[in-house]
């Protein structure tokens, strides 16, 4: 084998590697850690939108499951402000006289990001004090928020939720508020286990 | 001819050094140093590392544990004697702490470190062990009667002694909500109210059966989830049974969300390894309970997994139980009773 072959097979071997770790790279580095988010305007609406028109999808707790709700709102440029309207949106609740675990009359006080991209949302003390459900409603309202949040607003990693600026022990004496919502709501609910069997 | 061998050799040599350094790449990882300093009743824990690894990383800090996610595969290189459990799974680093009643995680540059202070309970110095408590009834003399209702002047941590020759299983009962958090309200009924209500029923029964029990509160005041999880903790108790109201008109039996579908970074953090080795018999017991509720009150009873904290952090046997309806059971004397008699029959029939 002449020397000018074996240096084709060599580039041509490199270049198999190169691909090979630019695919393991770009799988690896750049596949997101989420799962796919649907941003603002991908709604299944099949009418034309006006342009300062965005659809959001808010995940309602509505009995014992979050149901998705596609919610339209002036368009905000800036992605806390987007995130401050899906809050919004969220604490409407379900309307169509659904029963939902929402509480009711909470204001949304603000909404910030940190450096590593954990979305701080500062909610009225009606949060806590207007809450009325057992462990399971008090599970889908918080995972409602971080449901909200993370299908809507991008490039977020976390929720944490304040409390009039605070952090707070819990909102319904079930779970942790003190920790951002990931760690806390991000278990898959299993179906629920009737026993009426004689 | 002896050209072309040489290239061929050189070939091969940089083909291997190409694929070593692809290894090399593929599998490298950050070098993070942890070390702790420690004082009476205060750890601080300290990562470090490049500046771009601590500003990536994710902390979840509870006092429970904390969970580290680094954006790549990390090198530890942990000090001696470090005092916690340490669980890694590629660019996850999970802490079970023990003691711990407070935790605080921040960022810091010049070195670039996440610190994680922590307050811990002072180690009290051992007690001389007491002579054994006669049991309630014993004490009282009222063999025949009602035992005398816990008291908030004893402690809630002296159990109540089994009677003897049976084998003793102790019982903790944690009877949810308290002080300001009146849990659900419905017409003049509070939840925290029905809870310490049915939890000291349920105290009085199980010691007349001669368990052992312990309680989270006796009396009306606010505990956290964390004070009742180090309560827990600092107690020896086969079962745990914590007593909420449902907001549905059915009985729930709760059990802590299991993660053995795969212990991935979630669910690592989201079942804390202290309730795992239980979920088994957690799961028996909610089955039993269930039972004994259904055929009690011949009403559907929702068996559940949740990742609640009250029993993902528990050594023990645990389950929440959630009674249908507040102000019924707030009226109801009757209604207590038949709840704590199936209870305790459940509590019974779980074989541990």
């Known amino acids: 084998m002449s020397s000018k072959k074996v240096l084709l097979t060599l580039a041509a071997l490199v270049l198999v590697i190169a691909a090979m770790a630019g695919g393991y790279y770009f799988l690896h580095r750049y596949r997101p850690l989420e799962k796919p988010a649907v941003t603002a305007g991908q709604g299944q609406s099949t009418s034309p939108e006006p342009e300062d028109i965005s659809s959001f999808r808010i995940y309602y707790p509505v009995d014992s499951r979050l149901q998705v709700i596609e919610r339209r709102v002036h368009r905000k440029s800036k992605q806390t402000a987007a995130a401050e309207s899906v809050m919004e949106e969220f604490f409407k609740g379900p309307g169509g006289g659904a029963p939902s675990a929402v509480p009711q009359n909470v204001k949304v006080l603000g909404v910030y990001r940190d450096a590593a991209q954990i979305l701080y949302v500062d909610l009225s003390d009606e949060l806590r004090r207007n809450f009325q459900g057992d462990a399971l409603a008090e599970y889908l309202v918080l995972q409602g928020i971080f449901e909200s949040l993370m299908a809507n607003i991008q490039e977020v990693r976390d929720v944490k939720v304040l409390v009039e600026g605070k952090e707070i022990e819990s909102m319904g004496g079930h779970f942790h508020l003190k920790f951002p919502l990931k760690g806390v709501v991000s278990s898959e609910l299993k179906a629920e286990e009737k026993v009426s069997r004689e | 001819m002896e050209n072309d061998s040489t290239v061929k050799k050189g070939a091969v040599i940089f083909l291997i ?316 004397v009757k209604l207590r009773e038949k709840f704590v008699n199936a209870v305790v029959k459940g509590i019974a029939g779980h074989e541990q």
């Open chain 2, 17 to 332: 050094a190409i694929i070593l350094c692809g290894h090399a790449f593929a599998q490298r990882a950050v070098e993070v140093s942890l070390r702790f300093s420690r004082q009476e009743t205060a750890v601080r824990v300290v990562f470090e590392s490049d500046e771009d690894t601590i500003r990536n990383a994710s902390v979840t800090a509870n006092p429970a544990s904390v969970r580290l996610e680094f954006p790549s595969r990390v090198d530890l290189k942990i000090q001696s004697d470090f005092p916690f459990e340490l669980i890694r799974k590629d660019k996850v680093v999970v802490m079970n702490l023990r003691d711990v009643t407070d935790v605080r995680a921040y960022r810091l540059t010049a070195p670039a470190r996440i610190v994680v202070d922590m307050k811990t309970v002072a180690q009290a110095p051992k007690e001389p062990r007491k002579p054994e408590q006669k049991p309630l009834q014993q004490q009282t003399g009222q063999t025949a009667q009602k035992p005398q209702e816990p008291s908030a002047a004893r402690p809630a941590e002296q159990p109540q002694a089994g009677e003897k020759g049976k084998k003793v299983k102790t019982v903790m009962i944690d009877a949810g909500h308290g002080g300001y958090d009146s849990g659900i309200i419905s017409a003049d009924a509070k939840e925290k109210d029905v809870n310490l209500s049915l939890a000291k029923d349920l105290y009085n029964a199980l010691a007349k059966k001669g368990y052992s029990v312990l309680m989270t509160r006796k009396v009306d005041q606010p505990s956290s989830l964390t004070e009742r999880i180090n309560f827990s903790g600092s107690k020896n108790h086969e079962v745990f049974i914590s007593i909420h109201a449902s907001s549905s008109e059915r009985f729930a039996v709760y059990t802590a969300t299991g993660d053995e579908q795969g212990a991935d970074a979630v669910k690592l953090f989201s079942t804390a390894s202290r309730q795992n080795r239980h979920l088994a018999k957690s799961r028996n017991l909610a089955r039993v309970l269930a039972d004994a509720l259904r055929a009690d009150f011949g009403a559907e009873i929702v068996q559940r997994e949740l990742p609640l904290p009250i029993l993902s952090n528990m050594n023990a046997t645990a389950v929440m139980i959630d009674y249908p309806s507040v102000r019924a059971y707030a009226a109801d």
